[in-house]
C-alpha cells in the first residue's frame, strides 16, 4: 500500500532527526547500539513511513564495516577506485560520502571537492585540474561534483560558451575510458530528488544557523532554475551514460535510505575478500631506572572549563 506523501512540517521533523542521529553516528558502535536506542522511540510521531532508526544504524555500522574490508582488498591488491558523486543541490551527496569514508583511512580514501577555477586554471585542458586528483595504487577518491560541472552548473548559469559545451560531450566519453583503460575503477552516482524535497531542505538550512554556511548565492539560483537543470541533467546522462562508465541514479528523497543504498550498492560493484592480517600484540614498555617526566608548567595547560 502506497504510503501518503509527507507534509512540509513532517519533513521537516525528519530532517532534524537526521541532524541528531548524524551525532550519534560519531559516537556509537554496534555493542552500545541496543543499550543506547532500547529505551527510547524507534520513531517520531510525525515520521511515519521512515525507516527504522536501529535498522538505520545496524545496516550503516555494517556496511561501514564492509567498506573497511573493501579498503583493505583497494590497498593489498592496488586498486585505483574513483566515485563520482553529482546531483542537485541539496541531494544528500555530502552525506553519503561522509557516512563512505567515515570509518576509512584518510590516507587511502580521500575527498576530492574542488572549487569554482581559478583564472590560470581556466586557460588549461577543462580535465587537467582533476587529473591531478586521480588515485594511485591502493587509493580510493571520492569527486563531491566533479567534470560534470560543465554539464550542470555551467551550462545553466553561462560559465562555458556552446562550443565549449559541446567539446565537453565529444570529449568526456572518451577521457572516462582513458581512465578505465588505465586501470581505474570508474563508478558514477547521480543523487535525484524532487522539487518540494529540494524546497524543504533549502528552507531548512535557511532556517538552520549551524547549516546556513551550505546555502551559497549560487545554490539559491539554481533553486529558481529549477527546470534548465532538469533539461540539462536529462541531456548529460543520455549522452554520457557508456557501457565503460555508467550512470547510477540514487534516490535522494529519504537521506537515511539513500544513504545505505548508495553504500551497499557502492560494495556490490567490487569483487573483494577478506585480507588476513598478523594479529597485533602491543608491546612492552621498555622501564629505564633513570627515567624522569618533567612536570608540565600549568600555565601551558588548557583551562579545564569542563
Known sequence: MTQPPLSFQQRADLDLLDSYDEELEMELDDDRLDALLLDGPQQSPSTEGAIDRRLYFRELFRLQGELVRLQDWVVEKKLKLVVLFEGRDAAGKGGAIKRITQRLNPRVA?????SAPNQRERTQWYFQRYVSHLPAGGEIVLFDRSWYNRAGVEKVMGFCNEDEYEDFFRTVPEFEKMLVRSGIILIKYWFSISDEEQHMRFTMRIKDPLKQWK?????LESRRRWEAYTKAKE???ERTHIPEARWWVVEGNDKKR???NCMAHLLSQISYAEVPHEPVVLPAREKNPDYFRRPVPAEMFVPSVY
Open 258 to 260: 539513500a544513504r545505505l
Open 235 to 237: 541531456l548529460m546522462l
Open 215 to 219: 546555502l551559497s548565492p549560487m545554490d
Open 110 to 114: 580521500r575527498v576530492a571537492a574542488l
